[in-house]
């Protein structure tokens, strides 16, 4: 990266790095030199281009700019699936755009290169989260398997007032196939009985209106033609018996 202190600056905690010293007996310690084996940067998108992406948590964000060096081009993909890794800046861009339109939180965590042309660091490689639907989220259409699908009614995110429907997806196969669970308690004689995973010939079963209250995570996922649908991670179903 460079000698002298200056390019201390560009070095942030939780960065992995290994330090060498002049002496390792004398006191104090003094550096010789500083490798960075490792550079991250943790955050929530707030808005995407062609060129960089805002970064960072609340009032405290940075601009990131996709890496281009060769051997370290930019690539993203959803949590759980790398083998998805994605070079298309677009995709990313469109995948944001659709998240922040259904108003969820896009968390992310970049992977750093450094770019030693313009002294800066630059992202190689983005993971974007499971986005979680509001906590007041229930089942209005329940799942089928001919469709693949069930439809649920949330909530905004930025603002719980006004509920919003949503179609969401159910993966049987695939890296990111959807885990279902129930969890059911018992008033009458106070147990709680937990499963994980449900199996899929059981969703339809379990996956209804009736349900009290369910949580789920999802993710954008983009057609050839360009539409989106939205696809869950993960499904838990609440059923309270009083």
Same mark, same amino acid.
């Given at each position: ?7 201390? /600056? ?7 790095? &290994? %330090? ?37 948590? /609340? *009032? ?8 281009? +060096?060769?051997?370290? +081009?930019?690539?993203? !993909? ?14 990313? @861009?469109? #995948?944001?755009?659709?998240?922040? #339109? ?11 290169? !450094?770019?030693?042309?313009?002294? /800066?660091?630059?992202? &190689? ?18 799942? #089928? ?7 649920? #009614? $949330?909530? *905004? ?22 885990? %279902?669970?129930?969890? @059911? ?9 937990? $499963?994980?995973? %449900?199996?899929?010939?059981? !969703? &339809? $079963? ?7 209250? %369910?949580? +789920? ?7 050839? *033609? ?15 018996? /009083?």
């Amino acid at each position: 990266m460079g000698t002298g202190t200056s390019i201390l /600056r560009h070095i942030a905690r939780g960065f992995r790095v &290994e %330090v060498a010293f002049v002496d390792p007996a004398a006191s104090p310690r003094v550096a010789a030199s500083i490798n960075v084996h490792s550079a991250h940067a943790e955050g929530l998108v707030t808005g995407a281009t062609l060129d960089n992406f805002a970064f960072g948590w /609340r *009032d405290h964000t940075r601009t990131m700019v996709y890496s281009g +060096i060769a051997d370290h +081009i930019f690539g993203w !993909w959803f949590y759980g699936s790398p083998s998805g890794r994605s070079p298309v800046i677009q995709d990313f @861009v469109d #995948s944001v755009d659709q998240a922040r #339109s259904a108003n969820l939180w896009v968390f992310a965590h970049a992977g750093l290169y !450094w770019d030693q042309a313009n002294t /800066r660091w630059v992202v &190689e490689n983005l993971v974007l989260a499971p986005m979680k639907l509001h906590e007041f989220t229930k089942i209005t259409t329940g799942y #089928s398997a001919a469709a693949g699908s069930m439809g649920v #009614s $949330t909530y *905004d995110c930025w603002d719980d007032s006004v509920p919003v429907t949503m179609n969401v997806m159910l993966d049987t196969a695939g890296d990111l196939q959807t885990v %279902v669970g129930s969890f @059911v308690w018992n008033a009458q004689t106070n147990l709680v009985t937990f $499963t994980l995973p %449900v199996l899929p010939a059981e !969703w &339809e $079963t379990l996956l209804t209106p009736a349900v009290n209250k %369910v949580k +789920i995570w999802v993710r954008p996922v983009k057609a050839t *033609d360009g539409t989106f649908s939205w696809h869950a991670y993960s499904v838990i179903a609440y059923q309270f018996i /009083r």
